[in-house]
Nanobody, 124 residues
Framework: QVQLVETGGGLVQPGGSLQLSCAAS????????MGWFRQAPGKEREFVSA????????WYSGSMKGRVTIANDNAKRTVYLNMYRLTPEDTAVYYC?????????????????WGRGTQVTVSS
């Protein structure tokens, strides 16, 4: 059974940083493109970043490019999302998922095995 568990969310002040983690089990972790998405209240889920199989190339959304980095640790079966210079507009639930369909890397329809998400709140 595939399971993705996101951790690391919380309350952070504007301008602060946060590292999110996504631990995977039940799948050959190093054989999948892993993606991070977020969903703010009343908005659609949107792409944040992905690390692409097989070359581990990083992909970033335009809205967060320059303020986010993605990395994975195959030994720990974990993908990390480091976020910097956070603003209140970054407040959302952040989800990780595996790419299961051959489609755009930044499309939710290309992904499955969604985790339950971790809440990030940026506020003073």
């Amino acid at each position: 059974q595939v399971q993705l568990v996101e951790t690391g969310g919380g309350l952070v002040q504007p301008g602060g940083s946060l590292q999110l983690s996504c631990a995977a089990s039940g799948l050959p972790f190093s054989s999948y493109t892993m993606g991070w998405f977020r969903q703010a209240p009343g908005k659609e889920r949107e792409f944040v970043s992905a690390i692409r199989w097989p070359d581990d190339s990083p992909w970033y959304s335009g809205s967060m490019k320059g303020r986010v980095t993605i990395a994975n640790d195959n030994a720990k079966r974990t993908v990390y999302l480091n976020m910097y210079r956070l603003t209140p507009e970054d407040t959302a639930v952040y989800y990780c998922a595996t790419q299961v369909h051959d489609g755009p890397i930044d499309s939710t329809s290309s992904y499955g095995n969604w985790g339950r998400g971790t809440q990030v709140t940026v506020s003073s």
